[in-house]
């Protein structure tokens, strides 16, 4: 049974960076593809980034394009979302995820069947 635990989250100011981190145990990372969503109080769960299992294709939602980054580091089975010039529309808990099967990326929640506990990322002046 795959497990995914997120860590990285924290309270930061406008403009800076984060890396927000999705730990595997139980099972390979890359055997999956992997997303991250955030979600904020009575909002739906949303895509943010996604990378494929299969040749590492990335994915990015239309407001985050060329400020974040999705990245595996299979050594440490794990993978990373890389997030710059943060704004506060960010703010967000953040949550990993991976499918039963690969390799593609899906877009909506109900298709995930693994999930970390989330990590809050703050982005306040």
């Known amino acids: 049974q795959l497990q995914l635990v997120e860590s990285g989250g924290d309270l930061v100011q406008p403009g800076v960076s984060l890396r927000l981190s999705c730990a595997g145990s139980?099972?390979?990372?890359?055997?999956?593809?992997i997303a991250w969503f955030r979600q904020n109080p009575g909002k739906d769960r949303e895509l943010v980034s996604c990378i494929t299992s299969n040749d590492d294709t990335t994915y990015y939602e239309d407001s985050v394009q060329d400020r974040f980054t999705i990245s595996r580091d299979n050594a440490k089975n794990t993978v990373y979302l890389q997030m710059n010039s943060l704004k506060p529309e960010d703010t967000a808990v953040y949550y990993c995820a991976a499918p039963k099967m690969g390799p593609y990326c899906f877009k909506l929640p109900y298709e995930y069947d693994y999930w970390g506990q989330g990590t809050q990322v703050t982005v306040s002046s």
């Open positions: 139980g099972n390979t990372l890359d055997n999956y593809p």
